[in-house]
């Protein structure tokens, strides 16, 4: 075992009793220098172990089937394990017992030095369409599949193909699609499963800023990526490698809105993200799972999902257009309506809503025309009924938009009358929208309506 060997050729110890006085404790750092053993020191280095590893107190007291209350004592500095626990421990903690007891001395992630992941398997350039591609979270989840080497589908050079397929689905999955602002809990790692793949959150408001850092650099030195979720609006990062013992790292961004960002899934051009740490955002940590969600069944459940999120009526936030469902058509209006009564020559709730609006619906047709394809126990009469409204949506949306946009009004009444021309169009997606869910839970339930 590595810790026991470590144990016999690094130590000296002299005054030792086991578990109880390691104050004779010492190491030969050279034949001058004698480091003296510090147990406040190695109490937090085993609780700065424990947290990089993901595991509680009680995690760590079960496996060395000891008590969680000895775990805590170690980590205050009170008591340190017996030899042979420590030895133990060592293993848990993936670490030295060397590097326990004396951790002043650097590991490999404080080594000042490039680190960089490779993709698990090569990768073709991107073959679908650049715009739309606003959305960050499932071009980030579509990217992962893709280093982790997870498409099946190959070109004729043996790389995996690189299209809209994942992003199309991932929009879905994570329920981004159904609306403007929704962002359920444990979307991330539910997403993940259906690539057979777990995702762990760490928030930094847990860590310290040198602990944050180091959690980045041992993960990805376990050879498997990263991604860090800012808080604020800012790129989300998919981490593969890192610099400057983890300060700075290498991977790609990810922004809402930024169709090119999206849209980009090199992993040979990384870009450095130095300082990342000093802002508030959680970290996923990427690890392959123990259970795999079929595409099919999570197409299932998104379907059910769908029609329950776009059926909602009700606000969900202070802010108007923030939410899911049908109660943004009817937000969406009054705003534009209060703009008119104010004779406002900028329509202020224009952009970008309109953008979020096309591709949400253009997602949702997507995704209809592909659970088609994977579940043949639905009503395919129902669901081609459906996308037909949506493409009805889509269609007088991409003339609203060409009409709104081209020109900035330059006069209220101008304001006004593509204010009323939006509230046309949003009225009547509605109604197709209303039509469409029907259809959908039809499809569903497997009995089409009204027959």
């Not at 980045?216 to 604020?232: D, F």
């Not at 993200?273 to 000093?278: A, I, L, S, T």
């Amino acid at each position: 075992m590595r810790g026991r060997a470590d144990f016999h050729v690094w130590w000296r110890t002299v005054m030792v009793q086991t578990g109880l006085d390691y104050c004779g404790l010492f190491r030969f750092k050279n034949e001058q220098e004698i480091e003296m053993f510090d147990s406040v020191k190695a109490g937090r280095q085993i609780a700065r172990l424990r947290r990089n590893k993901g595991l509680t107190q009680e995690d760590v007291a079960r496996r060395l089937s000891i008590s969680p209350q000895a775990v805590s004592k170690w980590e205050n500095g009170h008591t340190m394990p017996e030899l042979s626990l420590l030895v133990e421990l060592s293993e848990v903690l993936d670490s030295t017992i060397d590097g326990i007891l004396f951790p002043d001395r650097p590991s490999a992630a404080d080594a000042n030095f490039e680190h960089i992941l490779l993709p698990y398997a090569p990768i073709a350039d991107f073959t679908g369409k650049n715009w739309p591609y606003s959305m960050a979270i499932p071009a980030m989840l579509a990217a992962i599949r893709l280093f982790m080497g997870l498409e099946k589908r190959r070109d004729s050079m043996g790389r995996q193909i690189n299209d809209d397929t994942e992003y199309i689905l991932q929009s879905a999955f994570s329920g981004i699609c159904f609306g403007y602002s929704w962002e359920p809990e444990r979307a991330l790692e539910d997403c993940l499963t259906v690539y057979g793949l777990t995702g762990e959150v760490h928030s930094s408001e847990d860590y310290s800023e040198e602990e944050f850092v180091h959690l980045a650099a041992n993960h990805i030195l376990s050879g498997y990526p990263l991604v860090i979720l800012p808080k604020e609006y800012t790129d989300i990062i998919l981490a593969t490698g890192f610099s400057d013992r983890g300060k700075i790292l290498k991977g790609i961004p990810f922004l809402d809105g930024d169709d090119e960002k999206n849209s980009v899934m090199s992993f040979q051009q990384l870009k450095s993200f130095p300082v990342w740490y000093v802002k508030s955002s959680d970290m996923l940590l990427i690890r392959p799972g123990s259970k795999t969600v079929s595409v099919a069944d999570k197409c299932k459940e998104t379907l059910h999902t769908g029609v329950s999120l776009l059926s909602n009526t009700a606000a969900v936030s202070e802010q108007p257009l923030v939410g899911y469902g049908l109660v943004i058509y009817d937000n969406w209006c009054n705003e534009l309506r209060k703009e008119n009564n104010g004779n406002l020559v900028t329509i202020a709730c224009l952009v970008p809503h309109i953008f979020i609006h096309y591709e949400g619906k253009l997602r949702i047709k997507q995704f209809l025309e592909r659970s088609m394809r994977l579940l043949e126990e639905l009503d395919h009469a129902s669901v081609m009924v459906a996308i037909s409204k949506y493409e009805e949506m889509i269609s007088m949306c991409e003339k609203c938009m060409n009409q709104l946009l081209t020109q900035t009004p330059q006069s209220a009444e101008e304001a006004r009358t593509k204010r009323q021309m939006l509230i046309g169009v949003l009225q009547r997606s509605r109604e197709l929208e209303e039509e469409a869910l029907r259809e959908i839970a039809a499809a569903i339930s497997g009995e089409r309506q009204g027959s």
